[in-house]
């Protein structure tokens, strides 16, 4: 049963099942499920096969709609998100023709891309079809800002996935940038569900809960250590740790053309070498 003081939806951030069994158990709800190609690549059928030297660059996408089919199993009515294959240079024409497949693991599917350029054509194309998207990657609030212009009237839902952990992980406070996404969203009356992702402590989970995120998703890890403290205790009662970590100050920024906005950010382009390298790694030789 989810705690009455939690409007927030809840998912599993993981490529195992198996977790999603666990988690479901231990919350006693899901709302949905994360995958991303790091997360697939350490499933433990993927794992085996890939040590027995059986999977190829095509099999390995029958392996990852089989995981997400025994996602849905168990949580038939849950956000279910699956990620596009990209690297640096892939065109947004493969980007939609891949999320084209996707879209059709099963309906309601979420279709992962990167918050980058040819991202977000694919994601205005996609969306504006009715396929759901979640936009990943996100660093900075022009890139949210981008998210939004680009998918306004989409007929799919959109999910924009800010990563705070990576950006903590640089020393900036990473839930800053959520709070700032969610505080211009509101101001522009947005579409766009914002999904609180890399997250690597309970500080994370309640300060996004607090910030009144629309959608967090956590690791087993982050799972276990909230029910070992009392998933009824408020968060709001929480005692976040110091962080001197620096601030991430809100900018003002008009709505407007999508393309107009300043997308790049380092971190956007390492995390999308980082998927295809932990991808990759499953069929090298
Ligand atoms: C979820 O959609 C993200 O891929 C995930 O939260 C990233 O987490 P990490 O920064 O811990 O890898």
Redesign the pocket.
Known sequence: MKPSYLTTKIFL?SGNPLETKQALTDLGFLDGQ?T?P??VAKNPRIVELKNAGSLSEDSIWSQYKLVAEEIRNIIPHGSI?VEVFSDLETPHEEMINRGKDLAGWFPGIFV?LPTTHEGLVAARALSSEGINV?M?LCFSQEQAAAVHSATVGAAGQVYV?P?I??LDDIGFHGIDLIKNILLMYRNWNSHVQV?G????SLDHLFGCINAGCDII?I?MSIVELWKAQGLNNDPAQHEFAISDNKPIPYRDISEGDWVLYDIHHELTNKGIEKFVADWKGLFAK
């Open positions: 951030d994360t991303n790091s997360l998100s992962k979640n990943t996935s990563f952990g990576r999904l992702a890399s997250i690597r998703t690791p």
